[in-house]
């Protein structure tokens, strides 16, 4: 079992930039891939990036190029770091860990509210 925790959400102006990170307890962080997804009032939850337990990535259309996803597992922490904000951007973000070798088994954070506007 693993409790992840968001943070480093905020107000972002259009075309700047926000780290968020997901602190995630117990010692088997690096048996998870882990997710973040963001979900926008009125729309579907959405994966946003994920990062295998080997470290593959890879990125909803919408963000290529502009959100980078990483871990550290000494830390029990992912990263998405995010340039180059749009409005569209603005949505509560969630850190998902996913067991690798038992895929139903999912934990989510709180989630973090991010707002991209002038």
């Known amino acids: 079992q693993v409790q992840p925790v968001e943070s480093g959400g905020g107000l972002v102006r259009p075309g700047g930039s926000l780290r968020l990170s997901c602190a995630a307890s117990g010692s088997l962080f690096s048996m998870y891939a882990m997710g973040w997804y963001r979900q926008a009032p009125g729309k579907q939850r959405e994966l946003v990036a994920r990062?295998?337990?080997?470290?593959?990535?890879n990125y909803a259309d919408s963000v290529k190029g502009r959100f980078t996803i990483s871990r550290d597992n000494a830390k029990n922490t992912v990263y998405l770091q995010m340039n180059s904000l749009k409005p569209e951007d603005t949505a509560v973000y969630y850190c998902?860990?996913?067991?690798?070798?038992?895929?139903?088994?999912?934990?989510w954070g709180q989630g973090t509210q991010v707002t991209v506007s002038s």
């Open positions: 998902c860990a996913e067991n690798q070798f038992i895929a139903t088994l999912k934990y």
């Open positions: 990062i295998s337990a080997g470290s593959n990535t």
